[in-house]
């Protein structure tokens, strides 16, 4: 497979981001991925990173007030699993593996910067880490590291050129 560089620019990635993006708000609007309303925030080509906002809403808050593990997941899932996505060449790419370390509650009205790094693509597998960061003082919140694997096909046995962007 040839270098991330070599496939995209690092504008295209963002464009490519902010499609993918919109695409999952506009198109899956009862899906988890619309529902915990992420935003794009940045990208930055020399450390081939992306970072998304999602607010803590009300909904996602757990018995303690402050946003629920399995949202948080969710929120690095998207993240990380975006980029895996579009550094694939826009291939379907699952979620093989996802591990999350939480360190700090995140509270309700406050946001979650979640940034995901490519660490290492291959043939078949993407490797990303993330980082989940309080907008509110900047500190980090929660990490993860992930793997994704480069499908051929969708679940459905297409060959994922309608899923393509």
Same mark, same amino acid.
């Given at each position: ?74 929120? $690095?899932?998207? @993240? /990380?699993?975006?980029? =895996?996505?579009?550094? #694939?060449?826009? +291939?379907?790419?699952? &979620? ?11 509270? $309700?009205?406050? @946001? /979650?910067?979640?940034? =995901?790094?490519?660490? #290492?693509?291959? +043939?078949?597998?993407? &490797? ?38």
């Amino acid at each position: 497979m040839k270098h991330v560089g070599e496939l995209f620019t690092g504008d295209q990635i963002e464009m490519l981001l902010k499609k993918s993006l919109k695409i999952l708000l506009e198109e899956k609007k009862d899906a988890t991925t619309a529902m915990l309303k992420p935003k794009f925030y940045s990208y930055d080509p020399e450390t081939r990173s992306s970072t998304l906002e999602f607010p803590v809403l009300e909904w996602e808050l757990n018995g303690n007030k402050v946003m629920h593990g399995g949202n948080i997941a969710s929120a $690095f899932d998207v @993240s /990380l699993g975006m980029l =895996a996505n579009v550094v #694939s060449n826009n +291939h379907f790419a699952p &979620t093989t593996n996802l591990s999350i370390n939480y360190i700090k509650p995140i509270h $309700f009205e406050d @946001s /979650l910067l979640v940034t =995901a790094k490519l660490t #290492s693509i291959g +043939h078949k597998l993407i &490797t990303l880490s993330g980082e989940g960061r309080l907008k509110s003082s900047g500190k980090i919140a929660a990490t993860a590291m992930a793997t994704y694997t480069i499908a051929a096909k969708l679940p459905d046995g297409s060959d994922g050129s309608s899923y393509r962007l």
